[in-house]
């Protein structure tokens, strides 16, 4: 009988992972985005804080005041992100964490997705409604689901929107 697992996994434990910073809020954490380009963490706190940390683990941008905060997505070039607070209210927030605008919606947000460039945010509803805004909040376009979307993901390499629902519904946006 033959071994096939892979040669690291045969010669043994291999290195351990060295420690190398950490960051206490001054709440629980309810959300968190990363910058794929510049290595940036956006958090946001049940008490309404919101955090950006570099790639050091070093606070570089801190907000409180919010309330209710469901969502956050943090471009990957650092040009800012966007949340969702009380349920229902988008929230595009600039790269120090100032709101630059914000849209109240008839129903509750179910996940919310901002391009790696920052230009261009997907919102989507519980209701199964679906809208793309640009960064200046003008509505590009409006669809709708069977079920609302629950896990939305711009992708890095191309302009594509990756989305999720219950019951396995998955689709492609482009």
């Keep these: 009988m033959t071994d096939n697992r892979p040669k690291w996994v045969k010669l043994g434990n291999g290195v351990t992972p060295e420690h190398q910073w950490s960051f206490t809020a001054d709440a629980p954490l309810v959300c968190a ?5 510049t290595g940036e963490y956006a958090l946001a ?3 309404g804080g919101l955090y950006v940390l570099n790639s050091q683990g070093k606070v570089t941008s801190l907000n409180h005041g919010f309330h209710s905060l469901g969502h956050i997505d943090w471009s990957d070039c ?14 595009r927030i600039s790269d120090r964490l100032k709101v630059v605008w914000s849209i109240d919606f008839a129903d509750d947000i179910a996940d919310i997705a901002i391009d790696p460039r920052g230009d261009y945010i997907h919102v989507s509803l519980k209701n199964g409604y ?4 640009n960064t200046y909040r003008k509505k590009i376009a409006q669809y709708k689901t069977v079920k609302p979307l629950k896990y ?9 929107l ?9 689709g492609s946006y482009d």
């Design 78 to 91: 650092g040009a800012g992100g966007i949340i969702s607070i009380n349920g229902a209210t988008l929230c």
């Design 130 to 133: 679906n809208m793309f805004y």
């Design 33 to 37: 985005s990363y910058g794929r380009e």
């Design 45 to 47: 706190d049940s008490s």
């Design 152 to 160: 939305t993901e711009f992708l890095p390499s191309e302009p594509c």
């Design 162 to 170: 990756v989305a999720a629902a219950d019951q396995g519904l998955i």
